[in-house]
Every structure is written in C-alpha cells, then in structure tokens.
C-alpha cells in the first residue's frame, strides 16, 4: 500500500476530500518523524510503538576483503506492533 492507497482509503471511509485528506496524512508523518528525530516514543494504543533504539559500536568484517571494520554506534528507529495488531494479522494471514 502506498501514502497514495491510503490517502484515498481514508478518503472514502470520511468523506473528506483527497486533498485534505492528503494534509493530514502528511502532517501525522511528520508528526512521527519529528518525534523520532527528538528520540520521543510515540505509542499508540491498539496499533503499536514507535521508538529509537541506541545500536553499540562494534567491529565487523568486510566480506569481500575479510578485514576488521569498526562500525560505529548508531540510532536506529524501530516499531514493535500491539498485541492487538498482531492478533489481526494472524487472524487474516492465509498461512496457518
């Protein structure tokens, strides 16, 4: 699904325009990015948690060359959906 998909899904379900539509879905993305950017946890109840988690510097290997690499520490943003979510999505997975 794209931004596109669901601009038009929320269209149709409140009847509000495309383009309002559109407003608000951006502003609720950079909503989420600007709290992310601040390291702030967004939780939203019934659908899940984003957060930004802290990665150590380590050493790794170039795996073309075999040499040491260091890679230095980093933040990676990170969603880990609700209980409720989850349920949905096994609920319509057609593997069982």
């Known amino acids: ?11 149709e379900a409140t009847g509000l325009t495309k383009k309002d539509t559109a407003v608000v879905v951006d502003g609720f993305l950079e909503a989420v990015k600007q709290a992310l950017a601040r390291e702030t946890n967004i939780e939203i109840r019934g659908f899940g948690s984003f957060k930004v988690k802290r990665r150590k510097a380590r050493k790794a290997r170039n795996p073309r060359t075999g040499d040491a690499v260091y890679v230095p520490g980093r933040l990676v943003p990170t969603f880990k959906p609700s209980k409720e979510l989850k349920e949905l999505v096994m609920e319509e997975s057609p593997v069982a």
């Open 1 to 11: 699904m794209t931004k596109a998909d669901l601009v038009e899904q929320i269209a």
